[in-house]
Structures are given as structure tokens and as C-alpha cells.
């Protein structure tokens, strides 16, 4: 009977502790592809509201649209955690300067010439910046992921060094990426006690109010916008699914998987740029793309897996 009691233990006791190591990480994974493809999206729309929607009050009207939408989930806790947000109010306003206000301004404003598939690449950057704040916090990258890395940042640069067109408007996306890393690797030092609905509430209602100023002057000097299907649905596309769902997968995935590794999967954005920008605007695409792709996919799968 001992004998038998210890052959069950011995092959019960694996098997248990396999959901509790590979889940978290499995989901933070897929969290992060999913931010990622629904951002792919919103950078195509930056493209194509470039020449109708001026810049800031596009990015205005997505945070309006993000804050009504999440409103429901995390207004209610963000006022229970009143007195935490104001202890820890130089975080948040951060936070929402990096990410909310300035972020999405700078993408929309290089959407005005700079073409959707050489925005995904220059985001490309961002994860670089991610693991050098992440390093330089004392965590331990490993030899994996740093291959993997490397191996997704050599199939970017090949893809931008391939021919790509650039315009003025790219300066203003490398200031985009330099936030967008900087804001993924503050969010590792969110209080973990801030929920994290009521953090994106938050972040959107800062974001928001910061922008209300440059949207005063961009209606004076530019003038409003024309109400179209054309303007309306893309503004709620990126507004709902580009703001509050991807920004709160995005958020749970460095929780869960930290930003270097959650980086390393959004490598995989020129790619899904890239193919909806050739699907939806017509850009071109070719086989030395696609190769680079494929180098960037093979770094995503390699550095995405477990540290070493």
C-alpha cells in the first residue's frame, strides 16, 4: 500500500505543479499578442485619419471614447482607492503623460506623412528600450531571451534597411516608441495594490484632461472635423478596442510576464502592420519583407519562452 501511495504522489505531484508555472506565463504571452495585433489596427487608422482628423483632436476623442468605455468596469474602484491614487498621484500622472497624452499624439501625428508599415517598424524599437530599463533594475534577462531579442531587433533593422521610404514624420515616431518603452517599463512598478481597471480609469481621465488644452487650440486654429462613418468608426475602434481593451491586456501582461518579454512578443507589430497596411491601404509588400518577418517571428518564439 506504501508502495502504491508513493507511485501516486510521484506521478500526481508534476503534473500539479505544471498549470501553476506555464499559465501565468502562457497567458501573459497571449495578453501581449492580443494588445499588440489590436494596436496593429489602430496604427493603420493613424494612417488613414491622417488627412481628415487632425492629430490631437484624434487623440482627444479616442481617450473620451477609452474613458466612457471603461468607466463602467473601474470609476467605482478608482474612487474607493481615492486616497491611494493621491499617495502615489506623481505615478499616475506618469504614467498618463507617457502613455495616454503624449503617446498616441505623437503616432497620430506622424500618420500625417509617414507611411502605416514604417510606423510599425519604428515601434519596433520600443522593446529595446523596454529590457534596458528592465536591466538596469537589476533583473536577470538570460541568454534566451536576450538571442531571442536581438534575433527579432535583427529582422526589424533589415526590414526598415530594405528600402523603406522615410519622411519627417518618423521623428515623430521614434519620439512615440521612446515613450511607449518608457511607459511599459513603469507600469513593472505599479503599486500592486492599485487595481488595475481603476489604474487604466485613471491614466485615461489624467491622459484626457492634459490633452484638453491642445485640443482648444487645435479646434481654433484647425477647426473641428467632419462627422462620417468614415471618422466616427475608426475614432470608436480605436478608442474601445485599441484604449481600454488593449491597454488593459497590455498592462496585465507586464504584471505577468514583466516588459522585456512581453517587448519581445511586440516585435511581432511590423508584421501585423505590415500585412494589414498591404490588406487595407493598398502598401506594397514583397519576399524581403516577408523574409524579415519571419526573422522577427522566429525571435518573438524564441525570447517569449522561459528565461535562461
Known sequence: MAVADRRTTASTAPIASVPRATTPVALGI???????LVWSGSFVTSRALGDSVPPVQHAFWRWVVALVAVAPFGAR??????ALFRRHLGFVLLASLLGVATYNTLVNQAGVTTPAANMGMIMAA??????VFERAGGVRLGARRVTGLLTACAGVLLLV??????????LWMIA????FGSYSALLRRRPAALD???????TFLAGTVMLLPAQGVSLAVQGGFALTPGTVLPLLYVGVASSALAFFAWNKAIALIGPTRAGIVYYLQPVCVALLSWAL??????????????????GVMLGAGARR
Do not use: K, N
Request: aromatic share 8%; with cysteine; proline share 3%.
Open 77 to 82: 474602484q478608482a474612487w474607493r482607492q481615492r
Open 176 to 179: 512615440a516608441a521612446c515613450c
Open 161 to 170: 534597411g530594405g528600402g523603406a521610404s522615410f519622411t519627417t514624420g518618423d
Open 126 to 131: 520600443s522593446p529595446v528600450l523596454m529590457a
Open 281 to 298: 491601404l493598398a502598401e506594397p509588400t514583397g519576399w524581403a519583407q516577408a523574409g524579415c518577418m519571419a526573422l522577427i517571428l522566429g
Open 196 to 202: 488595475g481597471t481603476a489604474f487604466l480609469f485613471a
Open 30 to 36: 497571449g495578453l501581449a499578442a492580443l494588445a499588440t
